[in-house]
């Protein structure tokens, strides 16, 4: 059986590299070329999926699709509560059941297929509600090789042998799990470890391993550039990746004295969504040829570019078995007016603010419930040079910030750090409430979360804080 899985994975390599030679071809088109290029990967989908869904079947009786071409604003707008209330008939394959699905997922403890040939991803469920997704070969192919061709916009050669060190999360329906599972195919020497580990483990794993790539949420990989800072960890990485969380300034700095490197910043979507940036850094380009991306308001109504959304509307052109068109994702992000100078026809990303379904509500000043972003805690906390970590933990009655500070932390610095955040929150029309600032030696990383750092906590369950 193990030879069988090493032959599958190794042809799924095999095509990935065909088709990443197809996606290279395709940054040279102009964005006419492009645009014609998602209408007739468009077209395929829907039919395919009116044809094979008995959910899409009925959930586009009505409209009219027999024209040349469809016009992807002309359809309904999908839900992740529609597809995993209708699971059973939403998919295209017949045989794949809801029921199984979660009975594989329960057996799941590495990179192995359900049914034979599909790779079952889920999201990590923080508004409320997971996703489940499967990827045929020919979709987690293609996969692989967005993940080659973002290699490619940092300047890594598909064909480099590299040791390549990947930090994430732990369940193996993780994507970032499932990815760096999935280039370990024989060319590259691939770690993988667990963003939840004590953060002395991660640093001697590494200094073994001696990465020359690392994959990385941007707030480990800070920590891991203040590990190098202090001479605690030892390498000389020439690519540094990250995503998966928000990224600031101050992060980028703080890697740039460890390393001398410019660290790339990726975005995904367990859905589909790709996008990275280039050598220019002037934005995180979308894989266009791979998914379509409106970036709409809160009535689904197009944004205009340089105006952040409310949400975007994601249509996968290269999943067809489990056909996701119009698909609405809470993320808030901005589109730039302007192209890359790279030449490259995909829009850029000028930035991403987080996703709505984060916002949370404080007491107004005026006695209604008011809504906070947590962007508004991270433009204070962040710029602090003297913080290495931060949570805002909600309580009933008080905010606890917890701190994990680079040196010797005095009451004056918490009694400072408490003003800011009452200063932040008037400006904001919010009545403060209690602030307290708690120093502690490491904020922990849940798999829930997929070993995200949560900025925003409302699990009190299991900690006590002292005034």
Not at 109 to 137: E, N
Not at 213 to 224: E, F, Q
Not at 346 to 356: A, D, E, M, Q
Not at 392 to 413: C, F, N, Q, Y
Request: charged residues 25%.
């Amino acid at each position: 059986m193990e030879i069988l899985y090493r032959i599958k994975k190794i042809k799924e390599a095999l095509n990935a590299y065909a088709i990443w030679r197809d996606m290279k071809a395709r940054e040279g088109w102009s964005r006419e070329q492009l645009l014609a290029f998602q209408n007739r990967r468009l077209d395929a989908l829907v039919r395919h999926a009116v044809a094979k869904s008995p959910f899409y079947k009925e959930f586009y009786k009505g409209l009219d699709l027999s024209g040349p071409s469809i016009d992807v604003k002309s359809l309904p707008v999908l839900t992740k509560k529609a597809v995993m209330d209708n699971f059973d008939r939403f998919v295209t394959d017949p045989k794949v059941t809801l029921s199984s699905v979660y009975s594989h997922m329960e057996q799941l403890k590495t990179d192995r297929y359900y049914r034979g040939k599909y790779r079952v991803l889920t999201t990590a469920g923080s508004s409320g509600l997971k996703g489940v997704f499967i990827y045929g070969t020919l979709a987690w192919s293609t996969i692989l090789a967005a993940v080659m061709r973002a290699g490619t916009f940092m300047g890594v050669s598909p064909y480099r042998r590299m040791r390549i060190g990947s930090i994430g999360g732990g369940s193996p329906l993780n994507l970032s799990y499932r990815r760096a599972l999935g280039m370990d195919f024989g060319l590259h020497k691939v770690q993988r470890l667990l963003v939840t580990s004590p953060l002395e483990q991660l640093v001697s794993d590494i200094n073994s391993f001696q990465p020359q790539y690392i994959h990385a949420y941007p707030s480990m990989a800070t920590l891991l550039a203040e590990e190098q800072l202090e001479g605690k960890l030892n390498i000389t990485p020439e690519y540094l990746l990250t995503g998966g969380e928000l990224v600031n300034e101050a992060m980028r700095r703080v890697i740039r004295r460890a390393w001398g490197i410019r660290p790339f910043q990726s975005y995904s979507a367990t859905e589909g969504l790709l996008a990275v940036e280039c050598d220019h850094h002037r934005g995180i380009h979308l894989f266009e040829d791979l998914c379509i991306v409106e970036v709409v308001d809160d009535e689904n109504r197009p944004v205009p570019d340089g105006v952040p959304g409310r949400k975007i509307l994601l249509t996968n052109l290269f999943q067809f078995r489990e056909p996701l068109i119009r698909y609405e994702i809470s993320d808030m992000i901005c589109i730039d007016p302007e192209p890359c100078s790279c030449g490259r026809p995909f829009r850029l990303i000028s930035s991403i603010v987080g996703r709505n379904d984060d916002i949370f509500y404080l007491e107004g000043t005026s006695g209604e419930p008011a809504p906070v972003h947590p962007l508004n805690f991270h433009s204070v906390l962040a710029p602090i040079e003297s913080i290495k970590e931060y949570q805002v933990v909600l309580g009933d009655d008080s905010i606890i910030i917890l701190v994990v500070p680079r040196d010797k932390w005095s009451t004056a610095e918490s009694n400072g750090l408490t003003e800011m955040i009452k200063r932040k929150l008037r400006e904001l029309n919010i009545k403060p409430p209690r602030v307290l600032v708690k120093i502690v030696d490491r904020i922990e990383r849940d798999d829930r979360h997929m070993g995200k750092m949560v900025i925003i906590s409302q699990e009190l369950e299991g900690r006590t804080f002292e005034s």
